[in-house]
């Protein structure tokens, strides 16, 4: 089953501006993660938000979580060209171990 | 640390044959996670394992699908006989908590 489902598919943007994307899921969670993945490269673990928090940090990354609405959102503030890549979230669905990874959102960031 | 460690990294075989993909997760890690990424339908847990023994393998597609974990620190997934819709990009990741490190990959083509 496909827990995560990230918002939108792809998104273009220029250097400098902030991306944004939206990821919704289904059952109750107690974590969520967001991954980068470079094109033919594995993925690479971004940030965990547990679920008693409602926005984490780390560098130019800011991810907030709504428990209520069921949906998380990451924020690359002043983006750069090497931030093109895919973004994925990722659940616990009903509170496992496995995450259970979205079709994630294609980021392409112009020079 | 080198990482999780996947070989082969490319491999072309002809539709019947048999391929075995072979993953090294890092050191440490108790839980190992295999997925098959293709565009049509995402990034998709095939088997997971904790302590080397398989715990959830609902994912696996069809008895051609086997994965074995003789040992903390190698894990094979076999296909026989193999079809060209199992074309993909499989990945292997460890971890010890939620964090998920992948490897780089195996791109299998089936002829």
């Known amino acids: 089953s496909q827990q995560g489902e990230e918002d939108p598919q792809a998104l273009s943007i220029q250097e400098g501006e902030n991306a944004t994307m939206n990821c919704s899921y289904k059952?109750?969670?107690?974590?969520l993660q967001w991954y980068r993945q470079n094109s033919g490269r594995g993925l690479v673990h971004l940030i965990l938000i547990r679920s008693n928090e409602r926005e984490k940090h780390s560098g130019r990354l800011r991810v907030t979580l709504d428990t209520s609405k069921k949906s998380s959102s990451l924020l690359i503030t002043a983006s750069r060209a090497a931030d093109t890549a895919s973004y994925f979230c990722a659940t616990d669905e009903n509170y496992g171990q496995n995450f259970v990874f979205g079709p994630g959102t294609r980021l392409s960031v112009l020079p | 640390d080198a990482g999780v460690i996947q070989s082969p990294r490319h491999e072309v075989t002809e539709m019947g044959q048999e391929v075995t993909l072979r993953c090294k997760p890092i050191s440490g890690h108790d839980y190992l996670f295999w997925y098959r990424q293709t565009m049509m339908r995402g990034l998709e847990l095939l088997i997971y394992f904790n302590n080397n023994v398989p715990i959830d393998d609902s994912g696996m597609p069809e008895d051609r699908f086997s994965a074995k974990m003789p040992n903390a620190s190698f894990s094979t997934l076999k296909i026989q006989p193999s079809e060209p819709r199992d074309s993909a990009v499989y990945f292997c990741?460890?971890?010890?908590?939620?964090?998920?490190?992948f490897g780089p990959g195996t791109r299998l083509t089936v002829l």
């Open positions: 059952t109750s969670i107690n974590n």
């Open positions: 990741a460890s971890s010890a908590g939620h964090e998920q490190f």
